[in-house]
């Protein structure tokens, strides 16, 4: 199974370690060359910069979206066209416009589409949620969370920052803000 994957910053990097440890080994980069990353790990793989060329030339069972979030749909319509199964990391868009565009070409192609919000996987948090439905650290009536990092960045950028600064962090801060509902049931 042919993967493409647009996006090669940490979670573009990331879906690519998490396919080399499943076993995957033909994977292609569609990428900018614009990365600020270590090259390295990248070496190994069939490099393109022209998305559309790509898609035409490895007919991709897969592609994963992990490119800044105002591109998303610039990789994601067209994978959809071609009928790739789609990974488009969250959020869909930057934007609402095109959306309906993505939507037509998924219902045209039968494509589907998965929207990645991967933290619901992790054993950490799988193990949370099972300790308070078992009951076994007594009863929930109030929970916190303090996503780490992302924590003191919030707090450092909404004092004086651009809106598009405050809405990254709060983008990231999705996660914590669902758990606290997935957890209480």
Known sequence: MKFLIAGLGS???RHMRNLIALGEKDIVLVRTR???LPEEELSSFPQETDL???LKKHKPYAIIVAN???LHLDVAIPAAEAGCTILLE???SHSTERLDQLEAAVKKSGSKVLVG???RFHPGLLRAKQLIADGEIGRLISN???PGIRGRIIAKVTRRAPIWAVACC???VTHWIIFHGWWAG
Do not use: E
């Open 52 to 54: 559309q060329a790509a």
């Open 68 to 70: 800044p979030t105002a």
């Open 11 to 13: 979670i573009g990097r």
């Open 117 to 119: 919000f991967q933290f």
């Open 34 to 36: 614009k990365a600020t």
């Open 90 to 92: 969250k959020p869909i």
């Open 170 to 172: 709060l983008r990231n």
């Open 144 to 146: 916190i969370c303090r």
